[in-house]
């Protein structure tokens, strides 16, 4: 059975950096895609980052420059390390990932994902 485990979030003052944690355990596809979404209060769920086994990388224009998707050498844990944050960043974000590969590069869009953590708040003030 997959399970995604979040860690990290929190307050922060605009401008400052958090970096959030997602720890896979049952996951082991060969071929495989993961990815952060994230949302706020109101809004639709929105992919900001995307990464697969081939260390491709996918970024939403609202977060490129700023936000990098990266995992650990053994491949189970994913990360998001989030620069210069900003109040529209605040939200709730979510890790997801699934068992595929994609030769346009992975996917940003929620329904390509089986698998998803718990959530995590993220808050920017000003």
């Known amino acids: 059975q997959v399970h995604l485990v979040q860690s990290g979030g929190g307050s922060v003052q605009s401008g400052g950096s958090l970096r959030l944690s997602c720890r896979t355990s049952g996951f082991t596809y060969?071929?495989?895609c993961m990815a952060w979404f994230r949302q706020a209060p109101g809004k639709e769920r929105e992919g900001i980052a995307a990464i697969d086994n081939d260390g491709n990388t996918n970024y939403a224009d609202s977060?490129?420059?700023?936000?990098?998707?990266?995992?650990?050498s053994a491949k189970n844990?994913?990360?998001?390390?989030m620069n210069n944050l900003k109040p529209e960043d605040t939200a709730?974000?979510?890790c997801a990932s699934e068992g595929a590969y994609y030769h346009g590069g992975p996917p940003l869009e929620d329904y390509e994902y089986n698998y998803?953590?718990?959530g995590t708040q993220v808050t920017v003030s000003s």
């Open 63 to 72: 977060v490129k420059g700023r936000f990098t998707i990266s995992q650990d």
């Open 92 to 94: 709730m974000y979510y």
């Open 30 to 32: 060969v071929n495989y």
């Open 116 to 118: 998803w953590g718990q």
């Open 77 to 81: 844990t994913l990360f998001l390390q």
